[in-house]
């Protein structure tokens, strides 16, 4: 049986810590996963192969001893509990949590309270292609293969399999009564001119909102007028449905510092037709003292705050089923969540660093070269043959040129079939030799007999063999 991250197995005075293989961890965080794609809507697959690559299996140290599987870093919102270790910088403070559980919510909860990642939540949970390149492009990770690196992890492990779970009637129901419990810490909901709206609460975001109340990310914006960069404030006015066209009071004026999107919020009036109704274009501010028109259409624009010059961008038809490969990065807020996702501005390579509150990815592709073998390039990154075998699903040992391997110097070592153990005890595997395990130590056949107490150098599969480095005198 195994616990949460490892095994302690007790040989005399031995004490073997077995390392966890890529089947176990997905045996064990699987669930995680999925109970997180129920409430967040991120694939089940996604965190899965974001939790394997980043802790190594769940082998690193801040995932065995921080229950951190993320690399999560502290950051000055952070009061809990705190690990430090090296990283781009020495000593570096990083989250420790209770509970591996805690890390996957919290995971989650990054992703959904940070603006740049908005709107990947209207995909659908079984979209991991999408969602993978939508985080590499919002900035998650520096690596330039993430987004291959992700999707090729979770087609080469199945775990796609994990986003079409569905919950038993028990989970469903606990989930609703949570959500419940979400929404009315909001407080309670009130109308302005007919429409439902809410406060938002310190610290929110527009995609937890959304998710809290059963709306599409881009309808939220669309509601209260918002572009793609505004950040959600405490005390705001979100409105949960459209805005009106008109209200019953006939005019507004102007006091100084208002904008006509406050305007607009004030009286849940759309803010287009304020502007056509006012005889403005987007960008133009009415001055303090004027008077807005609320009702009717007015014979004379109003004088401007500020007159600014504009341009209209005029963004590409596009059919609802379509995603824009090469086109203008925009604020506009479109039906067509893979729209959004590609007219949204990449983070930049050289601020990710400062946005970024995850230990930085571990893994990336190495691509086969003319002469090299698995055994060339173990040794260039210090990972065992067996290790990449595994991540990479090969059978043997053939490699062509061209080939793309996954490497993650995180994993050592992994195992076709049974967890080797490290230090202390292998397990025997097939084709392996008492000769073969004694090299791959640094050590002489004669050692583990004698360490083993063997009349004999012939080993078995399976066979348990306690490692020990002789004491150097």
């Known amino acids: 049986m195994f616990s949460s991250l490892q095994v302690l197995a007790q040989t005399d005075s031995v004490v073997v810590v077995t390392k966890m293989t890529v089947v176990q961890y997905i045996n064990q965080y699987s669930a995680f996963a999925v109970d997180e794609m129920y409430r967040s809507k991120i694939p ?20 065995r001893e921080a229950n951190n599987h993320f690399g999560i870093k502290c950051k000055n919102t952070w009061t809990g ?58 900035g998650y990770a520096t690596n330039p293969q993430y987004a291959d690196l992700l999707i090729t992890f979770i087609e080469r492990h199945k775990l796609d399999r994990f986003d079409g779970t569905k919950l038993s009637e028990e989970e469903d129901r606990e989930l609703k009564e949570e959500k419940a419990e979400i929404v009315k810490s909001y407080g309670k909901e009130f109308e302005n001119n007919g429409v439902p709206a809410i406060r938002a609460k310190k610290g929110e975001s527009f995609a937890q909102i959304a998710l809290d109340y059963d709306i599409k990310v881009y309808q939220l914006y669309r509601f209260n007028d918002l572009t793609k960069e505004i950040n959600c404030k405490e005390g705001d006015t979100i409105y949960l449905k459209a805005k009106k066209t008109k209200t019953d009071s006939l005019y507004h004026t102007v006091a100084v510092g208002q904008t006509l999107f406050w305007i607009s919020q004030r009286y849940a009036i759309r803010l287009d037709k304020l502007l056509e109704r006012n005889l403005l274009k987007d960008g133009q501010e009415p001055a303090a003292g004027e008077q807005i028109y609320l009702r009717n259409k007015r014979d004379i624009a109003p004088k401007l705050f500020a007159p600014v010059s504009y341009e209209v961008v005029i963004a590409p038809p596009v059919k609802q089923d379509s995603v824009l490969i090469d086109t203008l990065y925009n604020q506009k807020v479109y039906d067509n969540v893979k729209v959004n996702i590609e007219t949204q501005k990449p983070v930049e390579t050289d601020v990710i660093d400062s946005l970024h509150e995850f230990k930085e990815n571990l ?111």
């Open 44 to 63: 089940a697959s996604i965190t899965l192969a974001q939790g394997i690559l980043e802790s190594g299996n769940g082998n690193s140290r801040l995932a």
């Open 81 to 138: 509990k705190t690990m430090y270790e090296d990283d781009d910088a020495p000593q570096e403070c990083f989250r420790k949590y209770d509970a591996a559980i805690d890390s996957y919510r919290d995971h989650s909860n990054f992703l959904m309270k940070n603006t740049r990642y908005a709107f990947l939540f209207d995909l659908e949970p079984t979209d991991y292609k999408s969602w993978a390149h939508g985080l590499k492009k919002a």
């Open 363 to 473: 893994s990336f592709f190495h691509t086969v070269q003319a002469g090299e073998t698995l055994y060339s390039i173990g040794k260039k990154y210090s990972v065992r043959v067996d290790a990449i075998q595994y991540i990479n699903l090969l059978d043997g040992q053939s490699i062509a040129v061209g080939q793309r391997l996954i490497i993650n110097p995180a994993i050592t070592s992994a195992d076709t079939k049974d967890p080797q153990s490290t230090p202390g005890l292998h397990i025997v595997r097939q084709g392996e030799t008492l000769f073969s395990i004694a090299k791959q130590y640094g050590l002489k056949t004669g050692d583990i007999m004698a360490t083993n107490d063997l009349s004999t150098d012939q080993v078995v599969i399976g066979q348990k063999l306690v490692i020990v480095k002789p004491v150097q005198k």
